[in-house]
């Protein structure tokens, strides 16, 4: 009889073997860092963009004398139910990462695409290309493309839809 493990836990062993404790996650936050002292900038327009709403912010308590504003940490926002942390990089920062930017692509669902990325656009973002629809989309729904004024790609599109051909 085959046991399931949760979020990559071990499953159990049989003939009495110890059985690892099932790991669950309440949530996945990832951290976005911009260049220092632009996070609040960032911040502002993810605001304006795309109607994130803040839901923390952690400043370090001390700026260095050449630094107008303190160092942010982090700033949560929330988009629709997902949040993502925003910090300032720094060359003492504890980021594991010290690029800013590279090699993360987000996608925001909405139905109104054309209105998405217009407000996006307004608020300081380039669009990229046209917005597709079928095999070149997220699975067969259509999709546009906008640059932030940091340097992510944000992919617009249209609720997934569930494929049948996807393998794990």
Same mark, same amino acid.
């Given at each position: ?8 836990? +071990? ?8 059985? &690892?404790?099932?790991?669950?996650? /309440? #949530?996945?936050? @990832? =951290? ?7 996070? #609040? ?7 304006? +963009?795309?109607? +994130?709403? &803040? ?11 050449? =630094?107008?504003? @303190? ?10 139910? /997902? /949040?993502?942390?925003? #910090? ?31 407000? +996006? ?27 932030? @004024? ?8 249209? @609720? ?9």
């Amino acid at each position: 009889m085959a046991t399931e493990a949760t979020n990559g836990a +071990a499953a159990g062993e049989k003939n009495g073997a110890a059985t &690892e404790k099932a790991v669950t996650f /309440s #949530s996945l936050k @990832p =951290q976005l860092f911009v260049e220092s002292a632009k996070a #609040s900038d960032a911040v502002a327009f993810y605001k304006a +963009a795309f109607g +994130a709403e &803040e839901v923390n912010r952690v400043s370090h308590p001390k700026r260095k004398a050449e =630094q107008e504003l @303190p160092l942010l940490l982090s700033a949560e926002i929330k988009l629709g139910s /997902s /949040s993502i942390l925003i #910090s300032d990089l720094s060359d003492d920062s504890t980021a594991l990462v010290k690029t800013v930017g590279t090699g993360l692509v987000f996608c925001l669902e909405t139905e109104d695409i054309e209105a998405a990325i217009d407000k +996006a656009v307004k608020a300081g973002a380039v669009a990229e290309g046209e917005i597709t629809e079928g095999e070149g989309a997220c699975c067969g729904g259509r999709v546009g493309k906008v640059k932030d @004024p940091y340097g992510i790609v944000w992919l617009i599109c249209t @609720p997934a839809k569930k494929c049948a051909n996807v393998e794990a």
